[in-house]
């Protein structure tokens, strides 16, 4: 698509879930106090979250994965259309190395993207990694310095700490795929510009069309302003599930911020416990 029709999907709220603020869960952030439930990993990983009164249920939004199982399927229009969970092997696999070609391509096509001045003062393009068929996927911001020297997304400090969330939550990083909004180091580790995101949008949403995922969590403010809507705040939305085309959205802080708060620790926890219960429905028939 030539570049003077392309428009940014925004805003993309979901008109029945629209903004169903999880209010149990904003208020337990507000006020320190605990909605968790024991997770083996909770204790060892983040030991200061660890408390667990036993009769404090998990909130799912309204609209969430997680408050209908099965609801969230494909068959709707855009970035979601097109997937099934059927059971042939077969065509899962033929599936799976059509998915990893595309993507072969894309990230060839976006190595020699010049797009934006970003280009010309990183290392590499930092195109992304994980499982090409993950059901989930991660939006961060852009390539720090770790990241534009070895050519992979979340390899820094705050990408070790997204490593700890993930595996106390119980998920592998070799299960999901990473990627960020802009595909090349901003200079100074500083946020992308509004500018440099809409630039880069095509080959993030490229991505997203190739493996289609189930969720997308988006990690921090830019990455939310850019799927879910350029007005939204982060602290205001996180926590709570937005739907668009089949895709369900869980915005939450980026592990950057946590890495200069310690007090986003127990509202990601929150969020991110939201993510795995919404990930086991999506097994259960
Ligand atoms: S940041 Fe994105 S749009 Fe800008 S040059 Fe790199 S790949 Fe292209």
């Known amino acids: 698509m030539p570049d003077s029709e392309w428009q940014p999907p925004l805003p ?10 999880d209010e149990q869960s904003q208020v337990a952030a507000l006020t320190g106090e605990s909605t968790d439930q024991a997770h083996p990993g909770q204790a060892i990983l983040w030991p200061e979250l ?9 909130c799912i939004s309204n609209g969430g994965p997680g408050a209908v199982p099965g609801t969230v399927e494909a068959g709707g229009e855009g970035m979601g259309e097109g997937r099934e969970d059927g059971n042939e092997k077969g065509s899962e696999k033929v599936a799976a190395e059509q998915t990893a070609a595309s993507l072969t391509q894309l990230e060839r096509g976006c190595r020699t993207c010049q797009r934006c001045d970003l ?16 059901r989930l996927m991660f939006v961060g911001e852009g390539p720090g310095q770790q990241e534009d020297i070895q050519g992979r997304p979340f390899v820094g400090a705050a ?3 997204l490593d700890r969330i993930l595996a106390a939550v119980d998920i592998k990083r070799d299960e999901v795929y990473i990627a960020n909004v802009v595909k090349c180091r901003p200079p100074g580790n500083r946020l992308p510009t509004w500018e440099e995101a809409e630039a880069c949008l ?3 949403i490229a ?47 980026h592990p950057a911020a946590l890495l200069r708060d310690e007090t986003k620790k127990r509202p990601v926890w929150e969020d991110m416990k939201k993510v795995k219960e919404a990930l086991d429905h999506l097994d259960t028939p």
């Open 12 to 21: 993309i709220f979901d008109d029945v879930a629209g903004i169903a603020i």
């Open 119 to 134: 280009r010309a003062g990183c290392t590499q393009v930092v195109f992304g990694e994980g499982n090409p068929h993950a």
């Open 159 to 161: 990408g070790q700490l």
């Open 50 to 58: 660890a408390s667990t009164p036993e009769d404090a249920p998990v």
């Open 207 to 253: 991505q997203i069309q190739a493996i289609r995922p189930k969720i997308i969590v988006c990690l921090g403010a830019l990455a939310t302003q850019t799927l879910i809507d350029k007005k939204a705040r982060i602290t205001r939305v996180r926590g709570t599930w937005f739907k668009k085309d089949g895709i369900m959205y869980m915005p939450t802080f």
């Open 202 to 204: 095509p080959h993030l």
